[in-house]
């Protein structure tokens, strides 16, 4: 009788407790009652097939975020009481930019864009490690559309320089920065295109185009390859709506590295020029000039006493090519003479009315961009 009470009493505690406070009770495994297949457990090292992990890795730790401001500057009409009167007061407001750069030397250089600290009064930089550290301009070249900074921090993660001649369409590429200002980002796509030229973006193009997204604030990240090495930086996107379209371009890592030693060792670009006014050969221009040429580059104007006009070249000459490399429209001619060493004589092939010639015409130092002639 007293054992069939003391379990009767247990087992009303047991239910009660049960079902008011269950979480004191001792839990048991559950078993689920759907059948699952699950894979088993990754290996902390392993890197799946496909994957750009270790890419990434590599070079996104020196991709940085940079931050730009500009003073707040005063209204051309602030004085103008009529201005006042209609408009009202006009608050000065400070500007506010980012966009990206690539840690490429452990002495502190950083390569990013011209346009993106051009006129800035203050650059913060920010590091992948979230260090913070302000930036000190080294210089810029606008004709590229690149500049060089420098940091004073130390322990600074540097990218490796690839080699962007190698680079074929087709290649996959990853491209790497701060879009949108919401935190480093990276994106995978392949090359679409080289040497894409006459987009109107700088005097110098030579893009390497990519589907990889790249977006507002990308500008100056890097573009790498599968290894992690650096081929470009990113620079510009077509787009109709101020995202990534699946158009994009970016500056060869080789012409950012001649950018890079001339401002650091010169503290500017140096290329060449000859002084010429040149255009893009149409039937109508050649058959202006009476010219049989099928292809090249038109002369339709010869700088006096420069360097082209000294070494006997005409308007109406069509520059064929130039130290032995072919030369099909502007930007090509454009690029050929910039990369020559002022003052060393090069052969210059011309096709005129009477025949070919061959020129010899030693380049100048092409003019900084505020003192070329228009």
């Known amino acids: 009788m007293l054992f069939s009470q003391t379990v009767t009493v247990v087992l009303a505690a047991y239910f009660v407790v049960g079902t008011l406070k269950p979480g004191w009770l001792p839990q048991r495994g559950v078993t689920s009652s759907v059948a699952v297949l699950e894979a088993p457990a990754a290996r902390a090292d392993s890197v799946p097939a496909g994957s750009f992990r270790?890419?990434?890795?590599?070079?996104s730790s020196a991709v940085v975020s940079i931050n730009i401001s500009k003073n707040a500057r005063p209204s051309p009409h602030g004085n103008d009481p009529w201005f006042k009167f209609f408009f009202g007061e006009q608050q000065d407001r400070a500007q506010m930019g980012l966009g990206s750069g690539v840690i490429v030397s452990s002495d502190g250089y950083i390569l990013t864009n011209n346009h993106?600290?051009?006129?800035?009064?203050?650059?913060?930089?920010?590091?992948?490690?979230?260090?913070?550290?302000?930036?000190?301009?080294?210089?810029?070249?606008?004709d590229s559309d690149l500049a060089v900074l420098k940091i004073d921090l130390d322990r600074l993660p540097v990218i490796v320089l690839g080699d962007s001649n190698a680079l074929q369409v087709g290649d996959q590429v990853l491209a790497i920065g701060n879009p949108f200002g919401v935190g480093q980002t990276v994106?995978?796509?392949?090359?679409?295109?080289?040497?894409?030229?006459?987009?109107?973006?700088?005097?110098?193009?030579?893009?390497?185009?990519?589907?990889?997204?790249?977006?507002?604030?990308?500008?100056?990240?890097?573009?790498?390859?599968t290894n992690g090495n650096?081929?470009?930086?990113?620079?510009?996107?077509?787009?109709?709506?101020?995202?990534?379209?699946?158009?994009?371009?970016?500056?060869?890592?080789?012409?950012?590295?001649?950018?890079?030693?001339?401002?650091?060792?010169?503290?500017?670009?140096?290329?060449?020029?000859?002084?010429?006014?040149p255009n893009e050969l149409t039937p109508e221009l050649a058959q202006t000039f009476g010219v049989p040429a099928e292809h090249g580059v038109i002369i339709t104007g010869v700088l006096q006493n420069g360097p082209a006009a000294?070494?006997?070249?005409?308007?109406?000459d069509v520059v064929t090519a130039v130290a032995d490399q072919e030369v099909h429209n502007v930007a090509e001619l454009l690029s050929v003479v910039a990369s020559l060493p002022p003052g060393q004589s090069q052969a210059f092939e011309v096709q005129r009315t009477n025949g070919k010639t061959t020129?010899?015409?030693?380049?100048?130092?092409?003019?900084?961009?505020?003192?070329?002639?228009?």
């Open 359 to 374: 020129l010899q015409i030693a380049p100048g130092m092409r003019p900084r961009p505020a003192q070329r002639p228009q």
């Open 230 to 277: 650096l081929l470009g930086i990113n620079t510009a996107i077509y787009s109709r709506s101020g995202g990534s379209m699946g158009i994009g371009f970016a500056i060869p890592v080789s012409t950012a590295k001649m950018v890079l030693e001339g401002i650091v060792k010169d503290g500017q670009v140096t290329r060449g020029w000859i002084g010429v006014e």
């Open 116 to 142: 993106v600290i051009e006129a800035a009064d203050e650059i913060e930089v920010i590091l992948n490690d979230r260090r913070q550290a302000r930036a000190k301009v080294i210089g810029t070249d606008p």
């Open 310 to 316: 000294q070494g006997g070249m005409k308007p109406g």
């Open 54 to 59: 270790l890419a990434a890795r590599k070079s």
């Open 187 to 225: 994106t995978s796509g392949i090359v679409s295109a080289l040497g894409r030229n006459q987009l109107g973006i700088n005097t110098f193009e030579n893009f390497i185009q990519t589907d990889a997204a790249i977006n507002p604030g990308n500008s100056g990240g890097a573009l790498v390859d």
